[in-house]
């Protein structure tokens, strides 16, 4: 099968979350099951250059973006069997953000564009285009005109995949035949129009083939108005061609035994040492006091209300009331990033605010830490609480998305589980869960030594969710 996957960011060229991840595993995945797959993304100014001087320039041609005709450049790399193509257009691309422009709407109609285009200037013929949150969702609503313009689309077959319902791309009605070069047809409540709005995402949903989201949980979530943030209607008006598949994580890259930058390296059968070693070189990285004792309480993840630091702000202090350090890694809203400062003040040695993006220190925290939290409100995936598993740090869930679907929580009578869990977005509940946690980690060191185990010998692979999108692909080409 001819695979092309259009995405706006992709591992490890770029990345500013949980989609570029996907889009640099599950392609190579699919790759490895004997498929040919080409990935398409926008050439970022942020991409360096030690990617660009392994491209090769293939061509250049224009590209309608409405009444406009736009530039468009394709350079070409392989790696890992996967084909990557990197659309280039500098007064699109070269900024210093991915997101949050003025032209959002333009750049990423371009981009969508320009994918089809590219398809028809390279003369190659996907069977499947797979495209992923609103930045690519104009793909599969240009497709239904475009496979009659290009003849190397004419068979193709659309999938959609939601990362996250919240980003939907929403714009004025203006925008439709001025930006998108749709014509006025196309804003009717079947297709694009969603409260008087313009909205990519909907419009995906309804022109894809086949929707997929990132977990079945997640999946059977956006039938709720509280998850679906608006698009409720359209899920269930499409659900007999939803499905939920978890993702996978690159297991051979966040593998403890291997990854550089750890304290020392160790293995799911003689996890202690190594674990040891990498607490004690957390503690030291993050200035928290030299304690093998106390469990370490990481959070990893962008500072916003959805991910549940609402719930830890409020119970931050019972939290530091137990035996435990905590440390905070990552960016986002001020109110959060001022509660974690302050809490550094206020326990000195025993809670570490570190508020910037560093992947290399995610990596030291996944190792050296004990417990893992991430209370998400909602959560599509998740692949965090994944990683760390994989390094014997035992979760601390909220129970909704992917969170539900990859930590089963701990069965004292059976000893099952990988973690923790609690149902409501409740600090008290939130509070519970992580004392359970808190509470075995000091008094049963076989019980947890058996989660650590379970977590970091669980199947996180894309083999399994591969091949589900394989059946999906299947089931398209009939
Ligand atoms: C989005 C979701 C996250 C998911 C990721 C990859 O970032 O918020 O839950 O893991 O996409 O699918």
């Known amino acids: 099968m001819n695979i092309l996957f259009a995405a706006s960011e992709v591992a490890p060229f770029i990345k500013t979350g949980g989609l570029a991840d996907v889009a640099g595993s ?52 392989q790696q890992d069997g996967v084909t990557y193509w990197f659309l280039d257009n500098e007064s699109y691309f070269k900024r210093a953000q991915l997101y949050g422009h003025f032209d959002d709407c333009e750049r990423f109609a371009f981009f969508s564009r320009a994918v089809l285009e590219t398809v028809g200037q390279l003369n190659w013929f996907p069977d499947i285009i797979h495209c992923n949150d609103w930045q690519s969702a104009l793909i599969p609503i240009y497709l239904q005109e475009d496979r009659y313009r290009i003849p190397q689309l004419s068979h193709a077959r659309s999938v ?27 804003f009717c409540v079947d297709m694009l129009a969603h409260h008087n709005d313009v909205n990519l995402m909907k419009g995906a949903i309804v022109c894809a083939d086949y929707v997929t ?38 297991t051979k890259l966040y593998d403890p ?77 001020w109110y959060f990033e001022e509660a ?41 995936c998740g692949l965090s609480q994944m990683i760390a598993m994989r390094f014997g740090t035992v979760p601390v869930v909220r129970e909704t998305g992917g969170l539900r679907d990859s930590v089963p929580p701990y069965n004292k009578y059976t000893g099952e589980g990988r973690g923790f869990s609690f149902a409501n977005a409740d600090s008290g509940d939130m509070l519970w869960a992580l004392e359970q946690a808190v509470n ?32 999906i692909y299947q089931q398209l080409l009939g």
């Open 213 to 250: 989201t990132v977990s079945p949980s997640y999946a059977r979530e956006l039938h709720d108005p509280f998850y679906a943030h608006g698009l409720e209607g359209v899920i269930a008006a499409n659900s007999h061609k939803l499905r939920g598949i978890l993702n996978g994580i690159d």
């Open 257 to 333: 035994a291997t990854i550089a930058g750890i304290a020392q390296p160790f293995t799911p059968r003689a996890p202690v040492t190594g674990k040891k070693a990498c607490k004690a070189a957390l503690q030291s990285a993050v200035g928290l006091n030299a304690d093998p004792n106390a469990p370490i309480i990481a959070c990893v993840s962008r500072l916003v209300g959805h991910k549940g630091f609402g719930m830890v702000v409020d119970a931050l202090d019972k939290i530091m009331e137990q035996p435990v350090q905590m440390v905070v890694l990552g960016t986002g809203d």
């Open 26 to 77: 599950l392609p190579p995945a699919l790759a490895k099951a004997g498929h040919t797959v080409h990935v398409v993304l926008p050439l970022y100014e942020g991409i360096g250059a030690d990617w660009r001087s392994q491209m090769t320039f293939l061509k250049y041609f224009d590209v309608p973006v409405a009444w406009r005709n736009a530039y468009c450049g394709v350079f070409e790399l």
């Open 160 to 186: 959609f995949t939601i990362h996250n319902i919240e980003y939907q791309g929403r714009f004025g009605r203006e925008v439709l035949e001025d930006v998108l070069g749709l014509n006025a047809g196309y």
């Open 440 to 471: 075995l980690f000091h008094t049963d060191r076989k019980a947890w030594r058996a989660l650590q185990k379970a977590g970091m010998t669980a199947d996180f692979t894309w083999n399994h969710s591969a091949g589900e999108y394989l059946d």
């Open 340 to 380: 974690f400062r302050t809490a550094q003040q206020q326990y000195p040695g025993r809670f570490s605010a570190q508020l910037m993006y560093s992947a290399s220190l995610s990596n030291v925290i996944y190792a050296g830490a004990d417990i893992f939290l991430m209370p998400s409100v909602s959560e599509p």
